[in-house]
């Protein structure tokens, strides 16, 4: 029988505020095209949300401050194995009009209630518990 193997994966929430409204930027998966938020593994000797900051900004062209707070974690089954991932707030200061992944993937801005609608199963609670940290 072969091993479960764990991956420790990092991600972010990119959220706009604009006057009192809040929103979220989504990608499309390479694979699916489904819509999710930028993730990746965590790579030495970056810390997991600097990791996720830098996929943030490879994966979805955004720039911006990351919490140190991991705000919810979740896994999913990849690669043989299961991937655990810490998700971490990022405040966008810009997004890039073009950027690494621009032909791979898609980008969208929008609310979190619609985030959590069009989002992958594995996110929405995750989503959903942004919207409470976020609005608290």
């Not at 420790?8 to 929430?13: D, L």
């Not at 499309?28 to 600097?50: A, Y």
């Amino acid at each position: 029988m072969q091993p479960d193997w764990i991956f420790n994966q990092s991600a972010v929430i990119p959220f706009i505020k604009h006057n009192d409204e809040i929103k979220v930027v989504l990608i499309t998966t390479h694979s699916s095209g489904k819509w999710t938020i930028p993730k990746g593994i965590v790579e030495t000797p970056l810390s997991p949300e600097e990791s996720a900051a830098k996929e943030a900004f490879e994966e979805a062209g955004v720039v911006g401050r990351v919490g140190s707070e991991c705000i919810a974690e979740y896994e999913y089954r990849k690669w043989g194995g299961n991937c655990k991932v810490k998700v971490f707030p990022l405040e966008v200061t810009e997004l890039m009009d073009e950027w690494e992944e621009m032909n791979a993937r898609e980008r969208q801005v929008i609310s979190i209630p619609d985030a959590i609608e069009i989002s992958k199963p594995e996110l929405k609670p995750v989503l959903a518990q942004f919207q409470e940290y976020i609005c608290a």
